[in-house]
Every structure is written in C-alpha cells, then in structure tokens.
C-alpha cells in the first residue's frame, strides 16, 4: 500500500495537475481564436459547417410541392455566395451563365439559341418566368401556367371572340408553343400544318386528295384560320366567301353579274362546291363533270343522261354541264356562256326545218311566257325530254297552243 504523501509534495503534484488543464483550456481559446479569425477572413463562412447549417440560421426555409433541387438539397452556395450578416445575398455568377450552365439547364440553352426564341429566355431573365427555390406550380413557374402567359402576350380580346381554338380557349399554351425556343417560327412545336393534323385528323386525310389548296399544300394553315380565335366558324380569317375572294380576286365580279350562283354566307358559299383543302378533282371538286352538278341539280338527271345533249362533246367534256353554262356567274340566265339562241346555234348551225322556219330571237315573243322567243321559252328542253326532238309537249299539241289549226295548214 502506497504510503501518503507528505505535504510539501502533495502541493507540489496539485499544481502540476492543474497546469495540465490551464495549458488544455489555453489551447480550446486559440482554436476559437483561430475560426473566428477564419470566418472574419472567409466573410463569415464556416468551412467545416454544411451551408444548409449556416444558411438556415438566417433563412426561413420555403415549402412548395415542387422544389429546385439544389435548395432541396440545401447546397445554397451552388448558386449563391456567402455573405455577412445584413449583406444582401448574390448570385455566383450572372443568371445565364448561373442557370444555363452543362450541369444544370444546359440543354435550354440550346434551345434558346434556335431560330425562334422567347423573349424571355432570349435576354435570360429566367426569374420573370420561374421561382428559384419553390413553387406550387410545375416547373417552378411563378403562376399557373394558365395565367402566365396572358400576363405578357395581351390576347384578352381573343378570348371574347365567337369560335375559340380549344388550346386556346382552356390557356393551354404549351399544347402548341415551346417555353423557350424552337426552329419554328412563333415558338411552335412542329411545322405549322404537321402540328395542326396531330389534333384535327380528318384534315390529315386531305393530304391524301390528288388536288391540294396551295395554301394547305404548304403547310401555311393560318393563311385561313386564325391561330387563337376568330369571329368566324372554322376560325377562319373572314366570312366566305370574302375569305376566298382575297386570293381569287377575279371570281368576286362573276358573282355580281346577271346570272349567278348564290353565293352568300349562310346561302352557299365556295365550300358548296370547293374542298377547303384537297379532293380527288380538278379546282378541288368531289365530282367530275355533270355528275357534280347532279349533287344539287338532281332533277335534271334523268332525262339529260339520255338525251342527245349528254353525248355532245364541246368545252368541258362528253356531256359536260359547262359545254352551255358558266360555273360562277353569266350576263346570260341561266348562266349561259352566251344568249339562249346563240348558244342553240353553236350546234344546231341548220337548225331551221326544211318547210318550217320558226323565228326566234330579241324581236320576237313566246307568248305562252311572255318574253324573248328562244328555243328553250316554250319549245325545248335542252336537258331532256321524254318527247322526241326534246319538246316539252306531244308536238302538235304543242304548236296548237301559239298556232291555228289553218296555219299548220300552209
């Protein structure tokens, strides 16, 4: 057993031991000297704390359900530099180097540099459009995207318009536009008519049509329509046919002339006749020659498909309507390619009988009409009859009505 000490010693082995500690304290007082000194130099950033532990000492921390990933992660020094105490933070490096870097949005960066860029994205101010840290909205957006967009581009008006292109009509902008750049022009997503048909499918089957409107051929469909809305059906540009009258200025006269087709919005308009886009005939008809006609004139198909008339080949073709009439309009009813006789005599030159010349003409009159004496006033029906020589009536019955019984005679 070890024997106590006496008391010199004992003093002397208290003070040894006591040094120890001074000497341990001493050194924890320069090692916070020392990071004091450290934090003073680095502008009060602590090396060896997580930024997160530093930052959200100041920062009251955001909560959204959707979150950027570096403050998700609390990496604030990613994008921000350190800072004193009432310093205002900043960022790194500027938003367009900060954002667009290959680590982070790199790709938008290449989209902003195609043919197309949003303004926005084009000058980088990034933050007009998207929240940095958290938002409720996808993408970080700082609205819904719903309202976003309208904040900028001023379609308020459109909005009031009759027919609304759905897209349109529900804010869904990014249905057809990209946010940030695209090779097309107005930011859209495709070319114009390919972006058009992925929604309006039986317009995709016109491509199939053997003859296609220019216009539509091209892929240049807002030619005609209007991209948001209109005060027209279909979303066309103006009423029709005032619409089609702007490319097919010349046909606009012909509906003014005597004799015409009726073509009025709400009456019949081009598209009676015309495929808007393609069909299988020439000038964008369903139907070739008279059996086009036949769609609305139906009542004059079964006598004239038997008649002589339906084989005469002139203008158009073997029994075509347009061989004596105009399509759009004529100074001669109905529409005629020229008067009633004149047109009689481009195929009946001898047309007169052998003992029998009836007149006709501008000096004589059908008095059973009480006009102009033609061939077709009282006698003849150019499109056919049951009778022979296409009279309307059993002859002698016929000429008995205008004619004694003792002029027959002569």
């Known amino acids: 057993m070890e024997k106590p000490k006496d008391g010199l010693e004992g003093l002397r082995s208290l003070l040894l031991r006591y040094k120890r500690i001074n000497l341990a304290f001493l050194g924890l007082i320069a090692i916070v000297a020392a990071t004091i000194v450290i934090w003073a130099q680095s502008g009060g950033e602590l090396p060896f704390l997580e930024p997160s532990k530093g930052c959200i000492k100041c920062h009251k921390p955001e909560a959204a359900e959707y ?48 043919h ?12 007009e459009c998207h929240k940095n840290h958290v938002s409720s909205h996808k993408s970080l957006l700082v609205k819904n995207p719903e309202e976003l967009c309208i904040e900028c581009h001023r379609v308020m008006e459109e909005l009031k318009m009759v027919d609304k292109h759905q897209p349109f009509e529900r804010r869904q902008c990014l249905s057809c536009h990209v946010a940030h750049g695209s090779v097309f022009d107005k930011g859209l997503r495709n070319q114009q008519k ?66 015409h087709h009726p073509a009025k919005e709400g009456v019949f308009t081009c598209s009676n006749c015309h495929n808007p886009h393609s069909d299988q005939y020439r000038f964008l008809l369903s139907g070739q020659g008279s059996n086009f006609c036949f769609k609305c004139h139906s009542d004059k198909r079964g006598p004239y498909v038997e008649s002589a008339h339906y084989e005469v080949v002139r203008l158009g073709g073997v029994g075509y309507c347009t061989n004596c009439h105009k399509v759009h309009g004529s100074d001669y009813s109905p529409l005629l390619i020229q ?61 008995l009505k205008c004619h004694k019984p003792s002029e027959l005679q002569k």
């Open 67 to 114: 979150v950027h990933t570096p403050y998700k992660d609390r990496d604030c020094t990613e994008c921000h530099s350190a800072h004193k105490k009432g310093e205002k933070s900043k960022f790194k490096n500027p938003v367009e180097k900060l954002c667009l870097n290959s680590e982070c949005h790199g790709p938008i960066g290449e989209e902003i540099s195609r």
């Open 116 to 127: 197309f860029s949003h303004l926005p994205a084009k000058k980088r101010r990034c933050l």
């Open 194 to 259: 390919k972006l058009c048909i992925i929604c309006h499918i039986n317009i995709a089957r016109a491509e199939k049509g053997n003859f296609q409107h220019l216009p539509f051929e091209e892929g240049r469909c807002t030619d005609c329509h209007g991209a948001h809305a209109t005060n027209y059906q279909s979303q066309l540009l103006d009423s029709r046919p005032r619409l089609c009258y702007t490319c097919h200025s010349e046909i606009e006269p012909l509906f003014s002339e005597t004799s």
């Open 339 to 399: 008067d009633s006789v004149s047109v009689c005599k481009a195929c009946h030159a001898d047309w007169a009988h052998p003992k029998i010349s009836h007149p006709v003409g501008s000096t004589y009159v059908d008095k059973l009409r009480a006009r102009q004496l033609t061939c077709s006033s009282s006698c003849h029906d150019p499109h056919g009859t049951y009778q022979r020589n296409m009279l309307k009536q059993v002859p002698d019955g016929l000429c």
